[in-house]
């Protein structure tokens, strides 16, 4: 059974930095074909594509862009979102998911298998 369990969330002002960390286990995907994502949803908004980490590397979305970084451990069982100079637009529920890689990209409807979330509040 595959179980992604995000962590790291909370509270913070504008300017500040929070790392969420998502941890994978039973994934269908060997370390060579996965595709891990961040995203996140407003309240009254569709969940959008953050960042996506696979063989090729990292790609985000243009409003996180500078500011977010993803990485992974090298066992890829577990990815990080660093967010840097956060702004209160940035705030949401934060979701990790795991695909194939073939299948990846920011469009959230892709995705297979999605963690609980984690909550980023940011103040102004």
């Known amino acids: 059974q595959v179980q992604l369990a995000e962590s790291g969330g909370g509270s913070v002002q504008a300017g500040g930095s929070l790392r969420l960390s998502c941890a994978v286990s039973?994934?269908?995907?060997?370390?060579?074909?996965?595709?891990m994502g961040w995203f996140r949803q407003a309240p009254g908004k569709e969940r959008e594509g953050v960042g996506i980490i696979d063989n090729d590397g990292t790609t985000y979305a243009d409003s996180v862009k500078g500011r977010f970084t993803i990485s992974q451990d090298n066992a890829k069982t577990t990815t990080y979102l660093q967010m840097d100079s956060l702004k209160p637009e940035d705030t949401a529920m934060y979701y990790c998911a795991s695909v194939a890689f073939e299948a990846c990209t920011l469009d959230a409807r892709r995705w297979d298998y999605w963690g609980q979330g984690t909550q980023v509040t940011v103040s102004s």
């Open positions: 039973g994934s269908p995907y060997d370390s060579r074909h996965i595709c």
